[in-house]
């Protein structure tokens, strides 16, 4: 089944930066007040990276447990709707800065992709706790 991905929510920045949110269900608070809207769940669902993590037995011992606990690495991988939603993206005139998922730029960089997609970025948070982002700051 090929569904159709919505468009990606953008918002200009008052710094002129026009961003755009790749894939998150969250909205994006910039420290200059701005706003980039999170994604509908069709968009989010559709653009999910696949996994193939790597799961084995907890090291150690735990005291009055009865089950098994294992410890996962989470590997992150591209899949064909993802790397085409970023051509897409990397093609679109109106968009500066595309900030995606901080799994999705690892696994750009172990892939050399960097380069090819240059408009991506994650946030780069001033503040934890109110989860403001830089506005001219972004993670490559």
Same mark, same amino acid.
């Given at each position: 089944?090929?569904?159709?991905?919505?468009? =990606?929510?953008?918002?200009?920045?008052?710094?002129?930066?026009?961003? =755009?949110?790749?894939?998150?269900?969250?909205?994006?608070?910039?420290?200059?007040?701005?706003?980039?809207?999170?994604?509908?769940?069709?968009?989010?669902?559709?653009?999910?990276?696949?996994?193939?993590?790597?799961?084995?037995?907890?090291?150690?011992?735990?005291?009055?447990?009865?089950?098994?606990?294992?410890?996962?690495?989470?590997?992150?991988?591209?899949?064909?709707?993802?790397?085409?939603?970023?051509?897409?993206?990397?093609?679109?005139?109106?968009?500066?800065?595309?900030?995606?998922?901080?799994?999705?730029?690892?696994?750009?960089?172990?892939?050399?992709?960097?380069?090819?997609?240059?408009?991506? =970025?994650?946030?780069?948070?001033?503040?934890?706790?109110?989860?403001?982002?830089?506005?001219?700051?972004?993670?490559?």
């Amino acid at each position: 089944m090929n569904a159709t991905i919505t468009d =990606a929510p953008a918002v200009t920045l008052t710094n002129g930066l026009r961003v =755009a949110n790749f894939s998150s269900p969250h909205s994006f608070n910039f420290v200059d007040g701005s706003v980039l809207p999170a994604c509908d769940n069709d968009r989010c669902a559709a653009l999910s990276m696949d996994r193939d993590d790597e799961i084995s037995a907890w090291p150690g011992k735990f005291v009055g447990v009865s089950s098994p606990v294992y410890q996962v690495k989470p590997v992150f991988v591209l899949n064909a709707a993802t790397i085409a939603a970023l051509e897409a993206a990397q093609e679109s005139w109106d968009v500066d800065v595309v900030i995606i998922p901080f799994p999705l730029l690892t696994a750009l960089q172990s892939k050399d992709l960097l380069e090819r997609f240059n408009k991506v =970025a994650t946030v780069i948070m001033v503040d934890r706790i109110t989860k403001a982002a830089y506005f001219d700051k972004f993670g490559r």
